[in-house]
């Protein structure tokens, strides 16, 4: 097998435009991607997308970007309909969206449910479909899930639960679309060190996660830094091809099984 490098590649990667998928569009690009379609949620996030874009172009990447809920099935059919359009190929899908609820399960809504299990579930599953009716032979998935799988914790039941099926979508993924090169994938985090994390906690919990991993005194907040993650997905799509159907957990020892 010949070596596999970012060089030409077009990716498209969902929550591309602040955070986690920001840094990781920024490091394809700067290992040789050619092509980035950067999406995004809410009218919110369009200020972040629409600089993250420019700042690619900057380089002298293509870039666009998409806005849409890919909890809606049709949205993700545009999404990866667009990149063609405009590129010509796809090669990687990496999704780094979600949603983060942390209630007691006694105060949990059917909203929170609904609003959890679409944003987390149905919009992955739905995302890896596409990706996988899209992506050229030899391209590469990769999930954003959490920690929190492996976690024995109070008030973390639906955001964790509705992560959770992705670790089955990403094995069914890799055996199916194993045989055209493609390997599917997820990372699961520890409590990362950005604005997605501080909205749910106290000063004393987010105390707590910073000193929970085993080697949290070597972290600069002592929370996973998004610089220790972008990484990994960026060997998943190169060099670590081989490694396929799997979850790793990537969180300094903040959980383990």
Excluded: C
């Amino acid at each position: 097998m010949s070596a596999r490098t970012l060089q030409g590649k077009v990716a498209v990667i969902a929550g591309g435009g602040k955070n986690l998928g920001a840094l990781i569009a920024h490091q394809f690009v700067d290992a040789g991607a050619r092509g980035i379609v950067v999406h995004y949620n809410s009218d919110g996030s369009r200020p972040a997308a629409e600089a993250t874009v420019a700042a690619l172009k900057a380089k002298g990447a293509e870039a666009i970007a998409f806005q849409g809920d890919l909890a809606r099935v049709d949205n993700n059919v545009h999404l990866f309909d667009l990149a063609i359009k405009h590129f010509g190929t796809v090669d990687l899908a990496i999704n780094t969206a979600g949603v983060v609820i942390k209630k007691p399960i006694l105060e949990v809504t059917e909203a929170d449910y609904e609003q959890s299990f679409a944003a987390n579930a149905k919009a992955a599953f739905f995302f890896m479909q596409q990706a996988g009716r899209t992506l050229a032979d030899g391209g590469s998935i990769v999930t954003i899930v959490s920690s929190l799988l492996a976690a024995y914790t109070d008030s973390y039941a639906i955001y964790p639960g509705s992560k959770a099926p992705v670790e089955h979508f990403t094995r069914a993924a890799s055996k199916e679309f194993g045989a055209r090169g493609i390997s599917v994938n997820a990372i699961g985090p520890g409590p990362m060190d950005t604005p997605f994390f501080y909205g749910q906690e106290s000063k004393e919990s987010s105390a707590y996660h910073a000193s929970a991993a085993a080697l949290s005194g070597f972290s600069k907040t002592g929370l996973t830094d998004i610089e220790d993650i972008a990484p990994i997905v960026r060997f998943l799509v190169t060099d670590g091809w081989w490694i396929t159907g799997q979850t790793i957990f990537a969180n300094g020892g903040y959980t383990t099984r």
